[in-house]
């Protein structure tokens, strides 16, 4: 079975620029969260989906960030105008109503705002 | 306050040795639910063990187990047999309330593990 997909692995932009990352649940999971990892805060909550409605959108550090879930199985994360201090590594991650509600990370996008 | 405490920045265990890795947590909620998770230097999240607060023993899967004191609000995990492929970060996790609608982690800082020859 296919694992939360992320795209880009990768991404360098210049500061200013938009940044779109993109995520793909596992089939079949209602919940969606978005992360950020720094050294300096560690893993960050940014935002939450469940059945695509965003629940809680409280991690999301400004209004630079947006995030949407138009269908069950598509998430992007978006950050316009990019600025260097939000360089980091990006992770989507999804679960589903199970008794342990344990959450499958995708592989991450590194995140390089010059 | 920190829900999720790990006070071990790096730890050192000889290969082939236990080792334990501390968590403790702080919640009022008479339901919740306690992860490790293991992030290795290619920097993907994979889900190790889970404990939920009302489980009357303590987790275990293969290598790993889950020494949960309630009480002490402690949720330690503990890697028998150590392997060089453990070497890594491990993350601490809470998700805090009822089932529905709170389904949100709340991470520690973490534990390098660094596993010796």
């Known amino acids: 079975d296919a694992g939360v997909i992320q795209s880009p692995r990768h991404e360098v932009t210049e500061m200013g620029q938009e940044v779109t990352l993109r995520c793909k649940p596992i089939s079949g999971h209602d919940y969606l969260f978005w992360y950020r990892q720094t050294m300096m805060r560690g893993l960050e909550l940014l935002i939450y989906f469940n059945n695509n409605v965003p629940i809680d959108d409280s991690g999301m550090p400004e209004d630079r960030f947006s995030a949407k879930m138009p269908n069950a199985s598509f998430s992007t994360l978006k950050i316009q105008p990019s600025e260097p201090r939000d360089s980091a590594v990006y992770f989507c991650?999804?679960?589903?109503?199970?008794?342990?509600?344990?959450?499958?990370f995708g592989p991450g996008t590194r995140l390089t705002v010059t | 306050a920190q829900k999720i405490t790990q006070t071990q920045p790096g730890m050192f265990v000889q290969e082939k040795e236990a080792v334990t890795l501390d968590c403790t947590y702080d919640?009022?909620?008479?339901?919740?639910?306690l992860f490790w998770y293991k992030q290795p230097s290619s920097g993907e999240m994979i889900f190790l063990i889970y404990q939920g607060s009302y489980d009357q023993q303590n987790a275990t899967e293969g290598r790993y187990s889950l020494n949960f004191q309630k009480a002490r609000k402690s949720a330690n995990l503990v890697i028998s047999a150590s392997q060089l492929g453990d070497s890594a970060m491990y993350f601490c996790a809470m998700r805090e309330g009822a089932l529905i609608g709170a389904n949100n982690l709340f991470f520690g800082t973490g534990t390098r593990l660094t596993v010796i020859p």
């Open positions: 919640t009022s909620d008479p339901s919740y639910g």
């Open positions: 991650a999804s679960s589903t109503d199970r008794r342990t509600y344990e959450q499958y």
